[in-house]
């Protein structure tokens, strides 16, 4: 049964998130309050890891959830069930194309859903960080990190390098 619901889940999340692998992350997030798969700490951890490793966000945390569920079949479950909508639709549009790509009404949805991706990217985001930023040194941190990035431009891997070194030093000081 937890094979099921794990391959439900994951298929939802791969189903209906647009955007790429962050945009999977207020579902999962959704799984972590309603499933006692992962913690909301976890996943943090999670988003983190999978940020500086091969793949989608989504699918990393997809087979870590499954793992921790079920195993070996768990992860496997977990991680086709959220790559299986984005086949299917790959194979779909793959053949209307050209058919409907200057559609107005096609379009029209996708201007929709890129701010709506990004609302729902930004509550998350407000969610981990209330749950996250529990001290100064953290939220000072995260002020830091903030400023920098938008001073530099740099690539993501860069502030979380920066991040790590920066929290390995705290952690030895303090």
Not at 32 to 52: D, F, G, H, K, P
Not at 119 to 133: G, N, R, T
Not at 145 to 173: M, N
Request: glycine share 6%; with cysteine.
């Amino acid at each position: 049964m937890i094979l099921l619901l794990l391959a439900f889940e994951f298929f939802k999340i791969g189903l209906f998130s647009f955007g790429g692998g962050y945009a999977t992350i207020p579902f999962l997030y959704h799984i972590s309050t309603e499933y006692a798969w992962y913690s909301a700490n976890e996943l943090t951890r999670m988003i983190a890891v999978a940020s500086i490793t091969p793949g989608p966000v989504g699918i990393n945390v997809a087979t870590y959830a499954g793992l921790k569920t079920s195993g070996l079949l768990g992860s496997l479950v977990a991680t086709l069930s959220e790559m299986l909508p984005s086949l299917i639709l790959v194979l779909i549009i793959a053949k209307l194309l050209k058919k409907f790509s200057d559609n107005f009404y096609v379009k029209s949805i996708i201007s929709i859903l890129k701010p709506l991706g990004c609302a729902l990217l930004s509550y998350v985001a407000l969610q981990l960080l209330i749950s996250d930023v529990k001290d100064l040194k953290s939220a000072l941190l995260l002020l830091f990190l903030l400023i920098l990035s938008w001073k530099s431009k740099k690539d993501p891997l860069f502030y979380i390098i920066i991040s790590i070194l920066i929290g390995i030093i705290l952690r030895i000081i303090f």
